[in-house]
Nanobody
Framework: QVQLVESGGGLVQAGGSLRLSCAASGGTFSTYAQGWFRQAPGKEREFVAASSRSGGIEMYADSVKGRFTISRDNTKNTMYLQMNSLKPEDTAVYYC????????????????????WGQGTQVTVSS
């Protein structure tokens, strides 16, 4: 059983930056691929970013491409989402997730394929 604990959310003005962290425990973090999703009030949970287990392949939603960067540090069992040039429409609860994966497996955009989830962290961008 893997536990994921998120941190780094908060209130920021449009154009600002935040870095979300997601610390993993209870499993072998390096064997999991990672993903980030978000859910705004009244909307479905949507894909934000994902990477392969090695981190060599990254995928981003069109709405965040060029502004957000996904990364991980296996020595710290932690994954990150660096968010720059934030916009009010980025306001949502952000969730990290991991999925068991072969090292060659392509990143997944489908939340149903993820095995473990963080509790979510609120990001609010004011205009």
């Amino acid at each position: 059983q893997v536990q994921l604990v998120e941190s780094g959310g908060g209130l920021v003005q449009a154009g600002g930056s935040l870095r979300l962290s997601c610390a993993a425990s209870g499993g072998t973090f390096s064997t999991y691929a990672q993903g980030w999703f978000r859910q705004a009030p009244g909307k479905e949970r949507e894909f934000v970013a994902a990477s392969s287990r090695s981190g060599g392949i990254e995928m981003y939603a069109d709405s965040v491409k060029g502004r957000f960067t996904i990364s991980r540090d296996n020595t710290k069992n932690t994954m990150y989402l660096q968010m720059n040039s934030l916009k009010p429409e980025d306001t949502a609860v952000y969730y990290c997730a991991v999925r068991r994966s072969l090292i060659t497996t392509y990143p997944s955009l489908d939340p149903a394929t993820y095995d473990y989830w963080g509790q979510g962290t609120q990001v609010t961008v004011s205009s």
